[in-house]
């Protein structure tokens, strides 16, 4: 379980974060939205400790974030592609992964045959650097990168953005799949509201970086966010 009390980020005088209590179960596929500048990847990056909160914690499983590393082989992330080692080839880049993970070669097989059909044949043995793939293709090796090792908690920001129409299809199948078998609890960011009502349980708005609703009912999901983003 994710628990945040009392979080706060500040940048000078502007508040850009300020969530009191916000609690996520195990298992659950959380949906966060909220306009540009909301705090969505802010609240994310306190989450993986890439920005330190001005206040406040979050805990995983009663560790927090902020003062121990022990969380950090249980979480897997995608925020953007400053994440992947962009001189690498896919290929090269998931063999890496594989020794930090300390995986079987059979276990790299297998995950990566999960995205088979997401990859479209566009990623493995192409011989193509990261930083030269397209941006789609790009956020479908961090995908794939952030689920490796069996991670607990999952967190993609902006999952569906670049992505083509099959694509988005195919990872919203996916992660509703890998929810399934291996239980991981998501974290998703996203502008596409069809896409996260679809496969999440629950979502949360923000707004100027306060949580102003945490829907939990697929028509109730639907009818207030179509309502607040005049859809
Ligand atoms: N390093 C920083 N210095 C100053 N302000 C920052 C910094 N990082 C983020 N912000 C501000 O924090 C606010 C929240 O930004 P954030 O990127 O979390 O929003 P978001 O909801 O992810 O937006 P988007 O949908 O556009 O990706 C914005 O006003 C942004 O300008």
Redesign the pocket.
Known sequence: MISINYLRKQ?KD?V??DVEHLEIPKKECFGLV??????????F?IMLDLVRATEGQVLLDGINVAKNEDWKSRVGAFLDEHMLLSYLTPDEYFETLRKIYVLSEEDLKLHLEKFEELFNGEIIGKKKYIRDLSKGNLKKVGIAAAMMGNPEVVML??PFENLDPSSQVRLKKLILQEKEISQVTFLI?S?DLNHVTEICDRIVL?EK?KIIRDLREKSEMVEELNAYFGT
Do not use: P
């Not at 909220?34 to 609240?43: C, R």
């Open positions: 940048y502007i850009v974060l909220g306009n540009n500048g909301a705090g969505k990847t802010t609240l990056r920001d902006e960011s502008h923000l970086g």
